[in-house]
């Protein structure tokens, strides 16, 4: 992610803004930027109001994911891939040595979940939850679950997150459509330390504006 101020509104997708000569052409086509992604077309006020309240659900789910990962314990690699539960072990294990890495790879996989929101459908939705040791309240690892769509037609991603060492990590992504609610008393799941680590949902922020709408 960056801080560029154009966004596409139906993609998700950062646009460069025009200058010199092509800034001119725009300006005489009615002042349309057209997004080199998905080539749909949109006015630079909307691309703006797009970009800031995108970079706001980013933003909120950012801290709140460092937050989260400090409560996580630093693993060995077989108890952080016993964590994820991978189908088919390492193929599908993702392997992040920073947490900038991870916020990144995160905000990729959920991006359809940030637009949708951006665009006020408040049925997106994104929690970040623990995952206990069995048998305890001890949070090993994150779950964190979005899922957005229009006209029933709802996509879904579950990515698994486990601290592997002091510094690195491990993920695993389902795609599977399945209905994933978070645990109902986030507050069971506690630190090493004791802390407990809440489930976190975007629908406790309200968002700054209302974004605009695809042209």
């Keep these: 992610m960056n801080d560029k101020t154009l966004m596409c509104p139906t993609c998700a997708t950062h646009i460069d803004a025009p200058h010199g000569l092509a800034a001119l052409v725009r300006k005489l086509q009615h002042a349309h930027i057209k997004c080199d992604k998905c080539g749909r077309s949109t006015h630079p006020k909307d691309a ?19 937050s989260a ?14 964590v994820l539960k991978p189908k088919h072990f390492d193929d599908d294990i993702h392997h992040l040595h920073t947490f900038r890495e991870l916020l990144d790879y995160a ?8 637009r949708d929101r951006a665009l006020g459908y408040d049925d997106a939705e994104l929690t ?13 690892g994150l779950r964190i679950f979005g899922h957005c769509g229009q006209n029933h037609e709802q996509d879904s991603w579950t990515l698994l997150i486990a ?31 004791g802390q407990s680590l809440p489930t976190w949902s975007m629908k406790q922020h309200k968002p ?4 605009g709408s695809p042209h």
């Design 128 to 140: 970040i939850s623990p995952i206990n040791r069995d048998g305890s309240n001890l949070a090993m």
């Design 107 to 114: 905000g990729e996989v959920f991006r359809p979940v940030f």
């Design 69 to 82: 990962v400090g409560y996580l314990p630093h693993l060995e690699r077989s108890p952080a891939i016993e």
């Design 163 to 193: 601290r592997y060492g002091p510094r690195s990590f491990m993920s695993y992504l389902n795609t599977e459509h399945i209905n994933h609610p978070p645990p109902a008393d986030g507050s069971k799941s506690v630190s090493l330390d």
């Design 48 to 66: 703006e109001i797009m970009s800031s309240s995108f970079q706001h659900w980013f933003c909120q789910f950012r801290l709140q994911l460092e």
């Design 208 to 211: 700054p504006a209302v974004a």
